[in-house]
Nanobody
């Protein structure tokens, strides 16, 4: 069974940067579409970024376009999210997710079958 293990969340001041990592443990040789989502208390889970499974092409939510960069190191079975120019609206718990064997990206959280436990990002002004 695949497990996704996130790390890298922290407290940071506005304007700062963080890099999140998500290690895939127990996966197969396939590289499905994977993504990052975030959720704040009282809000719905929100799409942040994803990569599709053929060429790792990235896709971003409008709110993070130009500030966040998603990437994948297939040799290390790790998904990354580089977050720059953070602002208080980015405060949330960030979750890594996988579409299992599916290659096409999706911005909808219910299209993802495997999830990590999340890592907290708190941005202070």
């Amino acid at each position: 069974q695949v497990q996704l293990e996130e790390s890298g969340g922290s407290n940071v001041q506005a304007g700062g940067s963080l890099r999140l990592a998500c290690v895939v443990v127990g996966g197969t040789l396939t590289h499905p579409a994977m993504g990052w989502f975030r959720q704040s208390p009282g809000k719905e889970r929100e799409f942040v970024a994803a990569v599709e499974g053929v060429e790792d092409r990235p896709f971003y939510a409008h709110s993070v376009q130009g500030r966040f960069t998603i990437s994948r190191d297939r040799a290390k079975a790790t998904l990354y999210l580089q977050m720059d120019s953070l602002n208080t609206d980015d405060t949330a718990r960030y979750y890594c997710a996988s579409r299992r064997s599916l290659l096409a990206y999706s911005p909808f959280w219910n299209d993802y079958g495997d999830w990590g436990q999340g890592t907290q990002v708190t941005v202070s002004s």
